[in-house]
């Protein structure tokens, strides 16, 4: 669904390079990885600007794009150009590391250059294309990295870790991912039928979407403490507010964060002295905006007592 609506909205590069950031964002909501749409805007308005609208036909050119690396121009190239440039991802690494017993890290400089040898070793330079569809379709439908189907696998006789009785323990990383935890609590803030959000920046997650006023904290806190604290940050007026509900707690689990807070929502009688990144919209407006995955769980919660 996402595909296809992104492709309807822009199909061609000149569509995509021309249109707004907030467009593109609000297209892209719910797919997480906000860096690779920034990329892509970025990108398509390079290739508009400095290539005339023409996409690059070589390996090299191609991995020159922002956003693009190793992978992805193995892919564009062999899929777009049948160039005899090897597809290395996570389900290509677990094929070759079961199959030949290879125990190098494939998060290491070392094993990520040893696989990817490897690959292109064995790569079929005539079908480049057809090859590395396959080795990655393998990899997800038969070598999957849990329950794989080693009994009726084709390779089973000359894979080395289902003979060694290794299968899940190939293949190896070296490091391990620490999860960051954070607790945001947003304040959904009111004021003569208009709502105050703000658009995320710097080098955070969810740079560029847009959010309610948050205040972020080591722990889970007692929604007075949050309150006390907004008071402290002249968010809030004593006095000139009334506290109207308070959400359920959400968490989002992303790639290396584990994000989780709740919702509180005021009513002001005073609008807040705010710095000039907050913009106040009307709730209809709202769904012009794209905002991240966890707080659209919120609006579109049931236990919303009052709809956004």
């Not at 329950?147 to 894979?159: G, K």
């Not at 740079?207 to 722990?219: A, I, K």
């Not at 968010?235 to 584990?258: G, N």
Request: glycine letters at 4%; hydrophobic letters at 40%; one cysteine or more.
């Amino acid at each position: 669904a996402y595909y296809h609506r992104f492709i309807d909205r822009f199909p061609l590069i000149s569509d995509l390079a021309a249109a707004p950031d907030t467009t593109v964002f609000k297209l892209w909501e719910g797919l997480g990885y906000y860096s690779r749409c920034r990329n892509l805007l970025a990108t398509a308005r390079f290739i508009a600007t400095e290539r005339k609208g023409v996409f690059p036909d070589t390996y090299e050119d191609i991995k020159s794009l922002k956003g693009i690396g190793p992978y992805t121009a193995s892919a564009i190239s062999s899929f777009a150009y049948n160039l005899p440039h090897a597809v290395v991802d996570g389900n290509v690494f677990r094929v070759l590391s079961r199959i030949f017993g290879i125990s190098k890290p494939i998060d290491s400089t070392e094993g990520k250059k040893y696989f990817t040898q490897l690959a292109d070793e064995l790569l079929d330079k005539k079908q480049p294309a057809l090859y590395n569809q396959a080795i990655m379709d393998f990899g997800a439908i038969i070598c999957k990295p849990a329950l794989p189907l080693c009994h009726t696998c084709v390779f089973n006789s000359q894979c080395e870790a289902f003979r060694l009785d290794k299968v899940n323990e190939l293949p190896v990383k070296e490091k391990k991912i620490l999860i960051r935890k954070r607790w945001f609590y947003y304040l959904v803030l009111e004021h003569k039928g208009s709502i105050a959000i703000r658009q995320r920046t710097g080098k955070d997650i969810w740079n560029q979407l847009y959010e309610f006023p948050v205040l972020e904290f080591p722990g889970e806190q007692e929604i007075s403490n949050v309150i006390e604290e907004a008071e402290k940050q002249k968010w809030l007026a004593p006095d000139k507010y009334t506290q109207t509900s308070v959400s359920p707690l959400f968490k989002q689990q992303l790639s290396h964060q584990l994000i989780a807070g709740q919702f509180i929502r005021l009513h002001l009688d005073k609008k807040p002295s705010f710095n000039a990144d907050i913009i106040w919209v009307n709730p209809e407006e709202i769904i012009e905006y794209p905002f991240p995955k966890f707080i659209n769980a919120f609006m579109a919660s049931p236990d919303t007592s009052e709809k956004i």
